[in-house]
Nanobody, 117 residues
Framework: QVQLVESGGGVVQAGGSLRLSCAAS????????MGWFRQAPGKEREFVAS????????SYPDSVKGRFTISRDNVKNTVYLQMNSLKPEDTAVYYC??????????WGQGTQVTVSS
């Protein structure tokens, strides 16, 4: 099991930017595909971004493509989510997750992002 701790959430005005960080410990970081998810009140959890073990491949849904960028530092065992041009609909709790094989089995505690209009 890998332990994940998110940070960097907060309140920002629409059009602003935030960078989330997720520090991993406990297992070999490069064994894991890393992802970011979010969940708004009353809504299901939504996939936001993923990055391959080497960092060479990323994936985003259309809702954030071109605005969000996922990256990882395999020396610091940290994954990042740079969020630009934020919209009120981006308001949610953001979770970092790790995938060893087919499923994301390890999750962080989440960090709140609030975008005001």
């Amino acid at each position: 099991q890998v332990q994940l701790v998110e940070s960097g959430g907060g309140v920002v005005q629409a059009g602003g930017s935030l960078r989330l960080s997720c520090a991993a410990s406990g297992r070999t970081f490069t064994n894991y595909v890393m992802g970011w998810f979010r969940q708004a009140p009353g809504k299901e959890r939504e996939f936001v971004a993923s990055i391959s073990r080497s960092g060479g491949s990323t994936s985003y849904p259309d809702s954030v493509k071109g605005r969000f960028t996922i990256s990882r530092d395999n020396v610091k065992n940290t994954v990042y989510l740079q969020m630009n041009s934020l919209k009120p609909e981006d308001t949610a709790v953001y979770y970092c997750a790790a995938r060893l094989k087919s499923d994301y089995n390890d999750w962080g505690q989440g960090t709140q992002v609030t975008v005001s209009s």
